[in-house]
């Protein structure tokens, strides 16, 4: 099983990045996936999340109306757009897999925003 983050960065304040998560070794398309985030000092919280087939999507209320989350279960990869992006965004954004009762993370990607 490999979950592998990219698409992190240093990128100014107002800027956007899209991350990638590419999957494999499990059934992706059957799979409940999310993006988390660690800044450094804190928790690892749950910045969005996406169901199985795209038809539902979650959001943290301090990213929600600047990010979206999608997938393509062809590419077997979920993606997060963020926009609008803020210092406090700064943290080790990792992608997070539900495939039955198993969780399968990712080693994650850093995003960096400063001026």
């Known amino acids: 099983v490999q979950l592998v983050e990219s698409g992190g960065g240093l990128v100014q304040p107002g800027g956007s990045l899209r991350l990638s998560c590419a999957a494999s070794?499990?059934?992706?398309?059957?799979?409940?996936m999310s993006w988390y985030r660690q800044a450094p000092g804190k928790e690892r919280e749950l910045v969005a999340s996406i169901s199985s087939t795209g038809g539902s999507t979650d959001y943290t209320d301090s990213m929600k109306g600047r990010i979206t989350i999608s997938r393509d279960n062809a590419k077997n990869t979920v993606y997060l757009q963020m926009n609008s992006l803020k210092p406090e965004d700064t943290a080790v954004y990792f992608c997070?897999?539900?495939?039955?009762?198993?969780?399968?993370w990712g080693k994650g990607t850093q995003v960096t925003v400063s001026v």
């Open positions: 997070r897999a539900r495939s039955g009762l198993i969780n399968y």
């Open positions: 070794g499990f059934a992706f398309s059957r799979s409940y």
